[in-house]
């Protein structure tokens, strides 16, 4: 069955870590595109134009296959991948976390990096607000008035919210359907030959 719910976070939220004098400060948002994801990077490099590295990972989608993680500078899988695995571990998608360090001055080693990072990045998620997500797919249905008794009543047993509608002599609703229930919906739409139907 196809995946269409998934967790993410509410808004923005922050972390911290500190370790020999090196500071660590966790961002987490809510993205859905990479669009997005640039311009978060951008504002957070104009306001920390100071500090020596800005880590991140990111993950997108329901099916959660569209990610990637970056080190910045740092040592070869030392805090991108780290960040990574806390969306991970969290199961969440559609979330962008950048990890912005301020070095002290005493060098962490690997395995101080990897705690660092992770840990930072696992304080802004336990900060942030986890809703499920649910993908939705927009159905227009283009009918005669007459048929809008019809119509309505698979809405209603479908329990389907309607996104807009426009209310003439020829009338167009449309609906979003949670995206594993689209066949389902369309089937049930298709024995009445006056509704036209079309995926949005």
Do not use: W
Not at 26 to 55: G, M, Q
Not at 82 to 91: A, E, K, V, Y
């Amino acid at each position: 069955m196809e995946i269409d719910q998934y967790n993410s976070i509410l808004e923005t939220s922050e972390g911290f870590f500190k370790d020999k004098g090196s500071k660590f400060f966790a961002f987490a948002f809510h993205v859905t595109n990479e669009e997005e994801i640039n311009l978060r990077r951008e504002e957070l490099k104009k306001k920390y134009y100071d500090a020596r590295h800005h880590v991140y990972a990111f993950m997108l989608g329901a099916d959660k296959q569209t990610f990637r993680s970056s080190d910045d500078g740092e040592p070869s899988n030392s805090s991108g991948p780290p960040i990574l695995g806390q969306i991970r571990s969290h199961d969440l998608s559609d979330i962008l976390i950048v990890v912005i360090r301020y070095f002290g001055g005493t060098k962490l080693g690997i395995p101080g990096l990897i705690n660092a990072y992770r840990t930072a990045a696992d304080d802004a998620i336990k900060n942030a607000k986890v809703v499920i997500k649910t993908v939705k797919q927009k159905i227009i249905l283009k009918f005669e008035y007459s048929q809008m008794n019809n119509v309505m009543r698979i809405i209603k047993e479908e329990n389907l919210d309607i996104f807009s509608q426009n209310m003439q002599i020829s009338c167009e609703i449309i609906i979003e359907v949670r995206k594993s229930e689209t066949e389902k919906v369309l089937e049930k739409l298709k024995n009445f030959h006056e509704i036209k139907v079309g995926l949005g």
